[in-house]
């Protein structure tokens, strides 16, 4: 009795070290003790603070696991156009940009030539968008005009991005038109961001960027990925969105993180976890949108509604 025993202690055993060691490389690569900790420093923010105007915890999903009629997979990056006050989405394979409503309805579909793999949109001024190419990190300008099909892809300069992976290159663009800077950023290994110089008015914001952009405390590093992200103009916060560590993290100018909304069932409202988050972005009166794949809508509101500025 014994002697048959032994073995199955020692496969138990066995069994039980690749469990804890399994449990803990999934802890390590989400990075979850330093989610934990970041996520509880923003849980009690100063209400005198400018940064609470926009935080997180209290928003509610309004719209959620939406599917977009007419779109059927690879739905990516996101942005706001304050030119139209509707969204533009990036699709690729093939290239595309569909034009939606802010309620999630598809107004138009735009092909794109001259790019392959796009990944990333961001809207600069009135037609005028920035696209890129993950895999080969470069930039490219399009002007969209009212109720234009198809439009070209103009290349104007390479990000230099370095990456263990080409698919791991230009996940996410954001335009700062105040400042008149953009921002790139590197999807993982390593996630990073890299920030351009000021461009001058008629300047190229295709500008290849020439500094990182780092907060302080090095606090992006709870995220293992990175698959979008914007800028909210009125307050000048920068959004990040994670799709692997499933979370939104807001940063103020200065890079100081002051709020974290998990995008997991049952918090903020969601009834599923949003399961590959590719893209978000806000307008100005703070309504947060996030895309999905293969074709989901969401949309987050504050419970009480930002003044816009």
């Keep these: 009795m014994s002697v048959s025993a032994s073995p199955n202690r020692t496969r138990l055993r066995r069994i039980g070290w690749i469990v804890l060691a399994s449990l803990l490389f999934v802890l390590a690569y989400f990075r979850a003790p330093l989610l934990a900790w970041h996520w509880s420093t923003t849980l009690a923010p100063d209400a005198s603070s400018p940064a609470h105007r926009l935080q997180l915890s209290d928003y509610r999903a309004v719209i959620q696991a939406q599917p ?3 779109i059927h997979d690879n739905l990516s990056g996101l942005t706001y156009s304050e030119a139209t ?4 989405a990036a699709v690729n394979r093939p290239a595309q940009i569909v034009e939606l409503d802010t309620r999630g309805n598809l107004l138009r579909t735009v092909h794109v030539d001259g790019v392959r793999d796009m990944e990333s949109i961001a809207h600069v001024a009135g037609g005028l968008f920035l ?3 993950e895999r080969e990190s470069t930039l490219y300008e399009v002007e969209l005009t009212p109720g234009a099909t198809t439009v070209q892809a103009r290349a104007v300069s390479q990000a230099p ?7 791991r290159g230009i996940e996410a663009l954001a335009w700062n038109r105040h400042s008149r800077q953009m921002l790139i950023g590197q999807e993982s290994f390593p996630v990073r961001l890299l920030q351009s110089q000021a461009v001058a008015a008629g300047g190229d914001p295709g500008a290849p960027p020439t500094r990182g952009w780092h907060p302080p405390g090095n606090n992006t590093s709870f995220m293992s990925d990175l698959s979008g992200m914007a800028y909210h103009e009125p307050s000048g916060h920068l959004f990040l969105l994670s799709d692997e560590s499933a979370l939104i993290a807001e940063y103020t100018a200065a890079g100081e993180l002051v709020s974290v909304i998990p995008l997991w069932r049952g918090f903020h409202g969601l009834q599923r976890k949003i399961p590959q988050a590719e893209g978000l972005t806000l307008s100005p009166d703070g309504v947060l949108f996030v895309v999905s794949e293969p074709n989901l809508f969401y949309r987050f509101e504050h419970a009480a509604p930002l003044a816009r500025e």
Excluded: D, P, S
């Excluded at 006050?85 to 533009?88: P, Q």
């Excluded at 991005?161 to 698919?167: D, E, I, S, W």
């Design 131 to 133: 696209v890129a190419c």
């Design 85 to 88: 006050g509707t969204l533009f």
């Design 68 to 70: 977009i009629a007419g």
């Design 161 to 167: 991005l370095q990456t263990l992976h080409r698919n």
